[in-house]
């Protein structure tokens, strides 16, 4: 019997790398795809980074792979790019899980975020992550991904996000999983847009925070199993 496929997508400032842990536990039960959005994981762009674009370079790359449909695990930024495509191309799309998606893009909360997103302040500050952002995106600048995510941060802030009339009109059957230890993205925001969806369903993770390399990954496998085909 086939395996269903699932595509994992990423979040910001991270590369198809951070998927590793997950994308273990899943291959025995589904054929399992990740990639590096624009920019990321070493690959090399000139172009702006945005929500956008990376939901092209999903459609490009479910194109190259002869995937004309999937189910998509998306964190964070990830999963805000798999109900972007949602929105643009449904049938592209079987099912979708988020976990520690951010919705809340005001001029005030973009602001907030990009205040994190000081490169120099973070290599005096956090060096450790410095370098793992270093060797995560090498041999690209990872100053200059940092400023750009910071950037397309400001954008959706602005007015370049999903509206709450553009949410209403995703079809496909959406989880949006939230760790009740996540500082960054908020149970309300999760609640508001699991309750636009007409096909979306919330699941809140009792002691899982934002960053993945500590989310407990049994907990991320069952959640997903809910995509299976």
Not at 34 to 53: M, P, R, T, W
Not at 89 to 96: G, H, N
Not at 188 to 200: F, V, Y
Request: glycine letters at 6%.
């Amino acid at each position: 019997m086939e395996k269903p496929s699932i595509l994992l997508l990423h979040g910001a400032l991270g590369s198809k790398v951070q998927m590793e842990p997950i994308k273990k536990l899943l291959m025995e039960e589904f054929d399992v795809h990740a990639f590096n959005f624009s920019g990321h994981g070493g690959d090399e762009s000139n172009e702006a980074f945005s929500i956008d674009l990376f939901t092209q370079n999903v459609i490009d790359f479910m194109s190259a792979n002869n995937l004309p449909c999937v189910s998509i695990f998306g964190y964070s930024m990830g999963g805000y790019v798999a109900l972007n495509l949602a929105l643009r191309q449904p049938d592209l799309v079987d099912r979708i899980v988020t976990y520690g998606t951010k919705f809340d893009w005001t001029e005030t909360s973009a602001a907030r975020e990009v205040k994190m997103l000081n490169p120099e302040k973070i290599e005096e500050k956090v060096p450790k992550f410095a370098e793992k952002l270093k060797n995560d995106h090498f041999p690209s600048d990872w100053k200059r991904v940092m400023n750009k995510t910071a950037q397309m941060m400001v954008n959706l802030g602005s007015g370049a996000k999903i509206s709450e009339a553009e949410f209403a009109q995703v079809i496909n059957d959406v989880t949006i999983a939230i760790g009740l230890d996540d500082t960054m993205v908020t149970v309300h925001e999760s609640e508001q847009i699991s309750s636009l969806i007409p096909n979306a369903r919330l699941e809140k993770l009792l002691g899982q925070p934002h960053p993945f390399e500590r989310v407990d990954m049994g907990i991320i496998k069952e959640l997903i199993g809910s995509v299976k085909n």
